[in-house]
């Protein structure tokens, strides 16, 4: 069914942004974060190689396996909604290791482990009979999804506005709004007449 069909931009500013306006916020980690500091910090002060650094070393691992396990969790819960809820789900297909050599925020994609969100979302899209289309994510962020004109913007502008036909709407919005797009097209398939894009706005999360 198109009319229930999602584009998702995987974001910065949130961890997902989808078509039809739906947004979900990173998990916040900064506590156990702040912990694995700690714990680092107290294993730089261990004699390496005593008995008390590899105690230490081993609090490390366990503080790491349970940050790992959190982003897992977050994201089985993500996906299972997302393949229970629509009949098929575009997402980008992300060059993740140039992303994480890119960005000034290298953590936060590596703690999205975005590869491994793609993966899962696949995995149940076989369980609950949802199709998932991975999309050429190239200017998708650029495009307009209203006109398809281009337009150049610096990760700062939250905002996208089309100098040529005017449509304004959230800058993550305009990107899943265009993933949607091109995985109508990789299916052959048009815009549903029911979603006009103009209506696609972010409205809550």
Known sequence: DASNSVGIDL???NYIHTSDGHTVDWLDLEDDYERLRGEQRKLSRKEKGSSNYEKQRLKVAKVKRHIKRKVLDYQHKITTWLVREYDAVFVEDLDVKGMLEQSHNARNKQDAAWRQFITLLEYKADLYGCHVVQVE?????????SCGVETAKPIWVREHSCPSCGFETDRDANAAMNVLQRGFSELGLGWPEDTPVETVTATDT
């Open 11 to 13: 974001g910065i500013l």
């Open 137 to 145: 994510a190239r200017g998708t962020t650029k495009e307009c999804a």
